[in-house]
């Protein structure tokens, strides 16, 4: 069956950095465009970053702009997010998103928390 396992997750101090992974299962990675979103408390899932199927595109929120980097390893079915200059308003539950642009099929990761405070 289809898997997105995120992982990476944790509690950082403000300005520290983490990488998130996502691991993919269940379907062709290499037809899916992959992305990060993340919820915060009482707040609407929103948008992070995006990488293109090749990896050879990407754009990010202005809020993540110049301190998150998306990235893919393909022959490892993976979708990284290093995450770096961590700001408390970066507290959040972050999710994995694959759509295949073609086919119109999404699918969800279950989450990894992210907590930054001293």
């Known amino acids: 069956q289809v898997q997105l396992v995120e992982s990476g997750g944790g509690l950082v101090q403000p300005g520290g950095s983490l990488r998130l992974s996502c691991a993919a299962s269940g379907f062709t990675f290499t037809r899916y465009a992959m992305s990060w979103y993340r919820q915060a408390p009482g707040k609407e899932r929103e948008f992070v970053a995006v990488?293109?199927?090749?990896?050879?595109?990407?754009n990010y929120a202005d809020s993540s702009k110049g301190r998150f980097t998306i990235s893919r390893d393909n022959a490892k079915n993976t979708v990284y997010l290093q995450m770096n200059s961590l700001k408390p308003e970066d507290t959040a539950v972050y999710y994995c998103?694959?759509?295949?642009?073609?086919?119109?099929?999404?699918?969800w990761g279950q989450g990894t928390q992210v907590t930054v405070s001293s």
């Open positions: 998103h694959a759509v295949d642009p073609t086919a119109g099929l999404r699918y």
């Open positions: 990488i293109t199927i090749s990896g050879g595109s990407t």
